[in-house]
């Protein structure tokens, strides 16, 4: 009795989510597939099969190319800064204290230091657009120019057009995304760096070991799980990027200017679909963006591969 | 600066107690010596990077009582007259809306998910049947993709549903793209409580589903409490659905945008009205509540934080 009761209940508490899931998530995910396939504009519902000709357009188009690159650059810089700083401000916070009759602990104040390190991650992507347009504003009202010309490094006559300058646009807004993120790396590291036994740490103070060694022979094998789930994390983000570069940068829309510098893939995309009305093309870069999202996490979790190390 | 006094042990995790041990006192001593030059470095870092988060924000706020004029000008000045009229005209411009749209779409918005998430998760995670591994795996691969790949289907998704700029339609929409992770972070957590208290309700004669909302829900209270800081934090910050998704379809057509994407609309108009005093405003007024959940509930956010990216 009680063993057929329970599908009634199975079904009753699965409808509502599958159903939403499915629906909004999953049916959007294989329209994207099934339309990057034809011309549609998105305008009407007509639309004709045009087979591969939306992806053989989309590699000879050269702002595509671009955008592809400059998610590239992303990719490979964002991760890696953001780690490395937060591995090093984590270590110092958890580990990197001085060392007394107590033992392994961080320097001093390492909880205000979290709190004030982390509060970014909080702040709205609104918040980020308003308060860095304010920071990287061309004149020597902007606080970047402001301090550089304090400093006498610039020239107060002719200050730095940051977001304007194309070879600086792509790195103003690689920095953003460090900053924001490092505060929450940190805390991920610190999670785990506390959970590593003192009796480790211990017994390498005993055989000699310096604050070089402990960090890269025990933290950091110890660490390389968080350090993984870091970087998917990290990948994911750098493959976004849109808000700010839609926000921040100059262009006709989305930005992604000056001169397509700054562009990413989710600019062009939204561009082609909301504003040029290419929405099969469109589309298509959605499934280039889904093939590269899917070899990169192999990627990372096949080369991140280690043994696990149990404590 | 003699004895180091500020301990920091980790949210959640109890301090323990290292017992003094005359045999490693020399070499921690050792340790600590290597330490001493470190430390004033690793205090130079960390009150650098401190610096480098909280100089823009304050900067932001100061100048949100400047004049326009002040503020194009250097970036240095002070405040010639601290006059709170500024935000007045930033609320009058509409930040009060934005505030209560948010509110209003998430309060249903959260609850909603955390409600289908962890129903989908409980029977996925404790019961058994049929597809019960597909539906699991369908929920978890929908948690690796951007969501701007399924853009363009779901609007005209929405838009074929007569939802495009209404609450329920961005409400639905926030739900579906916050169950994936919900789902896989519930269902490692409803593993993880005891069998023996939840089969003693059913030996009472409690039903299925009394048996989770009375027995199995209040006992995942910390799982819920982590998934539900992370679905606020992740919906708050949305950006790319609303703009999407909540634009006036008609002039006549209620604003209903949210904050994210008023503040943003603000910031791009701003452009050319020429009321930077207003938008810095409007950016401290959005940033306000942020700030005060996050100082009260620090601990508990990046405990949150942390715990769903580990598992």
């Known amino acids: 009795m009680r063993r057929n009761s329970k599908y009634p209940f199975i079904v009753g508490f699965l409808i509502v989510p599958v159903a939403l899931y499915a629906a909004l998530v999953l049916w959007p995910y294989i329209q994207t597939i099934g339309y990057s396939f034809t011309d549609w504009s998105g305008e009407s519902q007509k639309m004709n099969f045009v087979g591969f000709k939306n992806y053989t357009t989309l590699f000879s188009d050269t702002v595509f190319r671009q955008a592809l690159w400059h998610n590239i650059l992303l990719l490979i810089f964002l991760p890696v800064i953001t780690i490395l700083l937060a591995l090093f401000f984590a270590f110092l916070l958890n580990v990197g204290g001085r060392g007394g009759t107590a033992g392994i602990h961080g320097v001093r104040g390492s909880a205000f230091y979290k709190v004030v390190f982390f509060f970014p991650q909080v702040l709205s992507v609104a918040i980020l657009v308003v308060l860095f347009e304010a920071v990287y504003r061309s004149d020597s009202g902007g606080l970047l120019n402001g301090i550089l010309i304090k400093l006498h490094l610039e020239n107060a006559d002719k200050p730095i057009e940051w977001l304007s300058d194309p070879s600086l646009v792509l790195w103003c807004i690689l920095a953003i995304l460090v900053w924001s993120g490092v505060g929450f790396y940190l805390v991920l590291f610190s999670a785990a760096m506390q959970s590593i036994p003192k009796e480790i740490y211990e017994a390498a103070l005993l055989d000699g070991s310096g604050r070089g060694q402990t960090f890269f022979r025990v933290t950091m094998p110890l660490l390389w799980d968080s350090i993984q789930t870091a970087w998917v994390y990290l990948a994911i983000a750098a493959m976004d990027a849109f808000a700010l570069v839609s926000a921040l940068t100059p262009g006709v829309s989305y930005g992604g200017g000056p001169d397509h510098h700054s562009e990413v893939l989710s600019t062009v995309l939204m561009r082609n679909f909301l504003y040029a009305g290419k929405s099969g093309y469109a589309c298509a870069m959605g499934v280039i963006i889904l093939l590269l999202t899917l070899i990169l996490s192999i990627v990372t979790l096949r080369v991140t591969r280690r043994e696990r190390i149990e404590f | ?311």
């Open chain 2, 1 to 311: 600066m003699s004895t180091p006094t500020m301990e920091s042990p980790a949210p959640g995790l109890p301090e323990e107690p290292v017992a003094p041990q005359q045999r490693t006192a020399a070499k921690q001593a050792r340790f600590a010596d290597s330490g001493r030059v470190l430390n004033v470095f690793s205090h130079g870092f960390l009150i650098l990077w401190a610096i480098m988060i909280v100089l823009p924000l304050a900067w932001i706020v100061i100048s949100s009582f400047k004049t326009d004029g002040q503020i194009g000008g250097s970036a240095w000045t002070w405040p010639h007259h601290w006059s709170f009229d500024v935000f007045q005209r930033a609320w009058n411009k509409g930040i009060g809306g934005f505030l209560l749209h948010t509110v209003v779409v998430m309060v249903f918005s959260v609850t909603l998910t955390m409600l289908f998430g962890a129903m989908a998760a409980y029977v996925l995670s404790r019961y058994e049947f049929p597809g019960n591994r597909f539906l699991y795996y369908l929920f978890v691969a929908g948690a690796m993709f951007p969501v701007y790949l399924a853009l363009v289907p779901l609007f005209f998704m929405v838009k074929n549903l007569g939802m495009l700029n209404t609450y329920q339609g961005l409400i639905l929409v926030y739900i579906a793209y916050s169950l994936p992770f919900t789902v896989f972070f519930l269902h490692s957590f409803f593993r993880t409580l005891p069998t023996a208290i939840h089969e003693a309700a059913m030996i009472d004669g409690c039903s299925h589903s009394r048996a989770f909302f009375q027995v199995m829900l209040p006992m995942a209270k910390p799982g819920l409490i982590s998934v539900g800081i992370f679905n606020v934090l992740g919906q708050w910050n949305q950006y790319i659905l609303p703009l999407t998704l909540m634009q006036k379809q008609t002039g006549s057509d209620h604003d209903r945008s949210v904050l994210t994407e008023g503040l943003m609309n603000l910031a791009l108009q701003q452009g050319y009205a020429g009321d930077m005093p207003a938008l810095f405003a409007g950016m401290t007024i959005a940033m306000i509540p942020v700030l005060v959940v996050y100082l009260s509930f620090q601990r508990q956010v990046q405990a949150g934080l942390t715990a769903g990216t580990m598992k």
